[in-house]
């Protein structure tokens, strides 16, 4: 059975001695950095003793994941995927093969959440279980936070980077120092797509990299990672601190279907290696032909589920993970480091300032659209925008396509009555709607 390489996890979220555990239970438990000094003892003393350093201790009930998949009769006379037309196999010799398939479909959707889960607890502090009854009926939602919300992870920068006054070396280095005020080492340096393209084309960044400038701040020298949607852009010198730096472009499919990722394109994050841990509550269950519950402390716990009245085996891989720090606070994050610039049409005039000059009809006024709001244009101009990367398909709510209706309906007002007929009988604005963004 093949698992996929997973950044967050492999990287920063590693299973260790100890980190599985024989119980419905697991037991976190992180500490602040030493920053402490010993002191000067007068030699009448002798000595100061010290105490240990103090750490918090935390239970928690990891969710439970449990894909599944039924082979039936049908399936064994289906020729499988990537199988030959003729393969001359019996049923036993495919239900082998399905059930190997099977295992390695469910591991790397197992290895996936994992991934997420990783994710989510270096970015937000914690994640949100959400738990389902069957594929579509949601149950309870299971809420992991590590430490309270007023923790100092976050670092806010002044200026986006990429707009005047922008300062992408002076807020790396701010983060790695918050992380070192802690006692935390700054090793690795995450940056969202957005973000790691902006800084290929920093002029400052060129600047510094030019080795006749005198200073040496490392090197840009991209490369592919085992991890997919990873790149490995070089090594930078902030102040110091000498980081890795990483482009997180990887994605997964979430539970509506539709395409998310793992890291924010506009984010960057500084951390280290190891940070966290991946941690494994135990998984009782009644095995095929027992009668007896058993109880596993594993990673994954496989269980075949036979009926044979119906002539069916279903093949189930259970597990229930938990990502956790190993410190209080081991990460510096900043969410919005990228100001995105956008197309503007006014006059055919075209400039950066964040909004597009929409006319309801020829002569009308012109309003300005703003990032965020829906307006809706005939089909040329939405596949125009759409291509131009500076709005995107909508897809409305109710209460959002009333109010852009009723506002279609306002700007038709001055209309009469003939001009309203010749524009039913003439192609253009059929409803096509997007978002600028």
Same mark, same amino acid.
């Given at each position: 059975m093949s698992r996929r390489s997973a950044f967050f996890k492999d990287r920063y979220f590693p299973t260790g001695a100890g980190d599985i555990f024989k119980a419905n239970e697991v037991l976190t438990e992180y500490r602040s950095g030493d920053r402490k000094l010993a002191a000067f003892v007068d030699q009448k003393a002798g000595d100061i003793p010290i105490g240990r350093r103090s750490y918090e201790v935390h239970s928690y009930k990891p969710a439970y994941i449990a894909p599944s998949r039924l082979l039936t009769l049908d399936?064994?006379?289906?020729? !499988?995927?990537?199988? @030959?037309? #003729?393969?001359?196999? %019996? /049923?036993?010799?495919?239900?082998?093969?399905?059930?190997?398939?099977?295992?390695?479909?469910?591991?790397?959707?197992?290895?996936?959440?994992?991934?997420?889960?990783?994710?989510?607890?270096?970015i937000g502090n914690g994640c949100v279980m959400q738990e389902y009854i069957d594929g579509a009926t949601k149950g309870d939602s299971l809420v992991?936070?590590?430490?309270?919300?007023?923790?100092?992870?976050?670092?806010?920068?002044?200026?986006?980077?990429?707009?005047?006054?922008?300062?992408?070396?002076?807020?790396?280095?701010?983060?790695?120092?918050?992380?070192?005020?802690?006692?935390?080492?700054?090793?690795?340096?995450?940056? !969202?797509?957005?973000? @790691?393209? #902006?800084?290929?084309? %920093? /002029?400052r960044t060129r600047q510094l990299l030019d080795k006749n400038s005198g200073i040496i701040v490392g090197e840009i020298r991209q490369q592919l990672t085992q991890y997919d949607g990873v790149v490995f852009m070089g090594t930078l010198?902030?102040?110091?601190?000498?980081?890795?730096?990483?482009?997180?472009?990887?994605?997964?499919?979430?539970?509506?279907?539709?395409?998310?990722?793992?890291?924010?394109?506009?984010?960057?994050?500084?951390?280290?290696?190891?940070?966290?841990?991946?941690?494994y509550g135990s998984i009782t269950q009644m095995?095929?032909?027992?009668?007896?519950?058993?109880?596993?402390?594993?990673k994954r716990v496989a269980k075949l589920v036979v009926d044979q009245d119906k002539d069916t085996r279903k093949l189930r891989l259970g597990c229930r993970p938990l990502a956790a720090p190993k410190t209080y606070c081991p990460t510096s994050m900043q969410l919005t480091l990228w100001a995105k610039r956008k197309e503007q049409e006014y006059e055919g005039r075209s400039d950066h300032s964040g909004g597009y000059g929409f006319r309801a009809k020829a002569g009308a006024p012109t309003k300005l659209i703003l990032a965020g709001e829906v307006v809706c244009v005939d089909d040329a101009e939405a596949e125009r925008l759409v291509k131009l990367g500076v709005a995107a398909e909508a897809e409305l709510d109710a209460e959002t396509k009333a109010i852009v209706e009723q506002a279609d309906a306002d700007s038709n007002d001055v209309e009469t009555q003939e001009e309203a007929s010749e524009a039913e009988e003439k192609p253009g604005r059929k409803g096509s709607k997007t978002a600028a963004e």
């Open positions: 399936e064994l006379t289906k020729r !499988g995927f990537g199988e @030959a037309l #003729y393969p001359g196999m %019996d /049923e036993a010799q495919r239900a082998a093969r399905l059930l190997a398939d099977d295992m390695n479909d469910m591991e790397n959707r197992i290895a996936r959440r994992e991934e997420w889960m990783a994710a989510e607890t270096m992991v936070k590590f430490y309270d919300g007023t923790s100092d992870h976050t670092y806010t920068a002044s200026k986006k980077w990429n707009e005047n006054g922008g300062d992408f070396w002076g807020d790396v280095k701010a983060m790695c120092r918050m992380l070192s005020a802690r006692g935390l080492p700054a090793k690795d340096l995450i940056l !969202g797509t957005d973000v @790691a393209d #902006y800084i290929l084309t %920093d /002029e010198n902030f102040g110091g601190f000498m980081l890795n730096v990483f482009s997180v472009d990887e994605t997964y499919e979430d539970e509506t279907g539709k395409s998310a990722r793992y890291f924010p394109a506009t984010a960057a994050m500084v951390t280290a290696p190891d940070c966290g841990h991946m941690m095995d095929y032909g027992k009668t007896d519950y058993t109880t596993y402390a594993a």
